[in-house]
């Protein structure tokens, strides 16, 4: 079994039900952060989002991983029909333990997680070795700690 962090989102409808349902959808899960409102970053103008990372232990390869991850989002009624625009969930692989992949489709760690203060604060939650020194000096962005996902 891998370790694996997925950052999970959501900002349409019952954004806590998604972020629910995705969670009991995942395999392996071991652990969750709190759950964050965020501002959106990039793309249109648009509502804030639930944001909380999971740990999940796995024996899937990061495409079958992957995988996993889109079926999550569909089952929520996810469309990609804008980059970066309102979604019921989006589910992203930030990191695979000793895991280091660039593909067209899929890049792990997720190239973005290091400017992104709704992934690195959560992230630190669960294991805080895996976010730089001074990140919380260096990453903007703000983001609301609501605590425990009900």
């Known amino acids: 079994m891998t370790r694996a962090f ?3 989102g959501s900002n349409v409808g019952d954004r806590e039900s998604h972020l629910r349902n ?10 969750t952060s709190d759950l964050y409102e965020t501002d959106p970053v990039g793309g249109p103008d648009q509502g804030r989002f639930l944001n909380l990372v999971a740990q999940i232990d796995t024996d899937l390869g990061p495409h079958d991983l ?3 991850c889109h079926r999550i989002e569909s089952a929520a009624g996810r469309v ?12 992203d692989i930030l990191w695979i333990d000793g895991v280091t992949i660039d593909t067209p489709d899929l890049t792990i760690p997720h190239p973005r997680m290091w400017e992104r203060r709704f992934v690195l604060e959560p992230l ?5 070795t895996l976010v730089p ?3 919380d000096q260096e990453v903007d962005g703000r983001v609301d700690r609501l605590g425990p996902l009900s």
């Not at 990609?80 to 989006?90: E, F, Q």
Request: glycine share 14%; no cysteine.
């Open 133 to 135: 020194d001074g990140w």
């Open 124 to 128: 630190a939650e669960l294991d805080p």
């Open 66 to 68: 992957l995988g996993v």
């Open 6 to 8: 997925l950052g999970l």
């Open 22 to 31: 995705a969670l009991a959808s995942l395999p392996g899960l071991v652990a």
């Open 80 to 91: 990609r029909d804008v980059r970066w625009g309102p979604r019921t969930l989006d589910v």
